[in-house]
């Protein structure tokens, strides 16, 4: 193999996320990138590159951090904050028959028919907070009052969670999602969380429901039934991923359309809410840079040499805005643009099982939001808009606006 290049620091303080991944992008479609604490990764950027690594994926690259060597002999230390998303046997970071067999699961319980039926509910859920929304001021920050109240609400109603709950719930996953939360305020709330969610199952076992809980509970009987433990660590695990990913999705998506009058104009009178999603999701990924695969032997992507036992950070927003698969204007939000589809659901066996109830939730709460308040504008410059400070998951900390109600 040829001599590794020179890792570049990765994110960089004077760059937006997305505006690094495109210029890494610019130097090859693979590149080996410094994250916090001094941890070598490959950063997989271009849509070519990460549709190869997914593709495939438990035949040359792994999501077990088994796969990892420096996990293991030193090389990374024990606080290495990142450590965090790499804990657990959850359905994100096992392989092959165990993945197979968590994903058996949660595909047959989070049946297309169980997304359908929410339809309904999900529509009454944003009427409703359009209601509070109009009932307040002009001026409204979207992301408590709209973005990530709609997700929440809606994976509420999916678990089958009374709402005399939900604040609880919202409060807890709040904290583990939290930028600013001490590393043992979040223990304490994620151990509160799992306790919530396994006094859930309990109850669910004795009295089901139609609700995806009970689903999961009562999917198969013998030896090949879920644990306790797996069930509270599935559900964990979708609340916190689809909780954050689908509310950055709604506010990166509201930002373009405020920006883009005309797109807005488009959808409002044709009913394009469908591309407004998808259009955003690949222009906006919300995860833009997803830890982590590992090499399972010295392989090649795009070209790059990649030794075994290598990291390597799956690019999504990267990927989004290739010029090479979606033309010179790939960075631009176009929802005329002819469709061309999007990695930001994943590919391959790990493809998000949760795509279709995200993409329910977008084109509802969009199309509610904008159908009730179609003045609705921007109260900052978009350059004024905060952003976490995340590379993961990226998305705004507030999206404030002004109804401009007639």
């Known amino acids: 193999m040829r001599p590794r290049p020179y890792p570049i620091p990765f994110p960089t303080a004077e760059e937006s996320v997305p505006e690094t991944l495109a210029r890494l992008r610019g130097i090859a479609p693979v590149v080996p990138v410094e994250l916090p604490g001094s941890v070598v990764a490959w950063a997989v950027l271009s849509h070519e ?12 690259f792994g999501k077990d951090k088994k796969h990892w060597p420096a996990l293991h002999d030193g090389t990374i230390a024990e606080d290495w904050p990142m450590l965090r998303l790499l804990r657990g046997n959850h359905i994100n970071n096992v392989d092959g028959t165990d993945h197979r067999r968590l994903r058996d699961y949660f595909g047959n319980a989070f049946s297309p028919r169980m997304v359908a039926a929410l339809a309904e ?14 009932a307040g001021g002009d001026a409204v920050d979207l992301v408590p009052a709209f973005t990530e109240q709609v997700p929440m609400r809606v994976i509420c109603e999916l678990y089958g969670i ?12 709040a904290t583990v999602l939290g930028r600013t939360s001490t590393p043992e305020a979040v223990h304490i709330a994620r151990s509160r969380l799992h306790a919530f969610l ?9 009295n089901p429901g139609d609700d995806l ?8 009987r013998g030896e090949d039934r879920l644990s306790r433990t797996e069930l509270v660590d599935l559900l964990c695990q979708t609340l916190l991923a689809g909780h954050e990913t689908t509310a950055h999705a709604l506010a990166n998506s509201i930002i373009s359309l405020c920006t883009h009058r005309d797109q807005l104009a488009l959808a409002l009178r044709d009913g394009l809410w469908p591309r407004v999603v998808e259009e955003s999701l690949r222009v906006s990924s919300p995860v833009q840079a997803n830890p982590f695969r590992f090499s ?10 990649i030794p075994k036992g290598e990291a390597l950070l799956v690019c999504f927003g990267g990927a989004g805005t290739d010029p090479n698969q979606y033309g010179p204007t790939a960075g631009e939000f176009d929802i005329t643009r002819q469709p061309s589809p999007h990695l930001s659901f994943a590919y391959g066996p790990h493809f998000c099982a949760g795509a279709p109830l995200a993409r329910l939730e977008g084109r509802i709460a969009l199309s509610g939001l904008f159908g009730r308040f179609p003045d609705l504008d921007l109260a900052v410059g978009p350059k004024d808009i905060p952003y976490r400070p995340n590379f993961v998951t990226y998305g705004p900390a507030a999206v404030p606006v002004r109804l401009n109600r007639r």
């Open 162 to 173: 009374p709402e005399t709950e939900h604040a609880l719930l919202r409060q807890r996953a």
């Open 49 to 60: 590159a990460v549709k190869e690594v997914l593709g495939n994926e438990n035949r040359v």
């Open 121 to 134: 509910r999900v529509r009454e859920i944003v009427a409703g907070l359009l209601d509070c929304i109009a």
């Open 213 to 220: 809980t009970s689903a999961l509970v009562h999917a198969r």
């Open 198 to 206: 396994g006094e859930l199952v309990d109850r669910k076992r004795e």
């Open 296 to 305: 399972l032997r010295d392989t090649t992507v795009c070209g790059v040499d």
